[in-house]
């Protein structure tokens, strides 16, 4: 959600700071422009919220208003969306590929692993199919190349990332 915080830009960059820090300690979650990039006017800072916390949205205005002393105003309201997994087969046969999509979380960060093997890795430029997942979901995309030892149940062995195969584009 962002708020406009400074709408005549009369804050000085330390005020401006001063209010960032009191949104942060607060517990809010703020985007906002370093001091020395901010426009002359209509500043605004842009709050990280849960679908939840919207319904809050005047308390998040009038917290805006007293961080930087000056009249706040609800700006535009933007939704962040996490692509499904269907969504990832879509971009998939877009390209003309059917691959297994694994997704999991490392560091706090949602991850969506492709599964290729070495011919649909040769038919696709992996930079443009990368791109489109990565737009489609929201998402840190990781697009591996499956090691044909590891195809067969009776044979230990692992994918390997695009960037490590033999061959990779």
Do not use: K, W
């Amino acid at each position: 959600m962002r708020v406009v915080i400074d709408a005549d830009g009369v804050l000085g960059p330390d005020a401006y700071e001063a209010g960032l820090v009191a949104l942060r300690d607060a517990g809010l979650e703020v985007v906002a422009s370093p001091p020395a990039h901010l426009p002359e006017r209509a500043r605004e800072v842009e709050l990280i919220l849960d679908e939840s916390q919207l319904a809050e949205r005047d308390d998040h205005v009038a917290r805006c208003s007293r961080a930087f002393g000056l009249p706040a105003a609800p700006g535009v309201v933007t939704f962040i969306s996490r692509g499904t997994d269907d969504d990832a087969r879509g971009v998939l046969a877009g390209f003309g590929l059917d691959a297994p999509v694994e997704r999991f979380v490392e560091d706090d960060e949602e991850v969506v692993r492709v599964v290729l093997d070495r011919e649909q890795v040769r038919r696709v430029p992996e930079g443009r199919l990368h791109t489109a997942l990565e737009a489609a979901l929201n998402a840190e995309v990781r697009i591996v190349v499956a090691d044909p030892v590891a195809a067969d149940p009776s044979a230990s062995g692992a994918a390997v990332p695009v960037s490590a195969a033999e061959g990779a584009p």
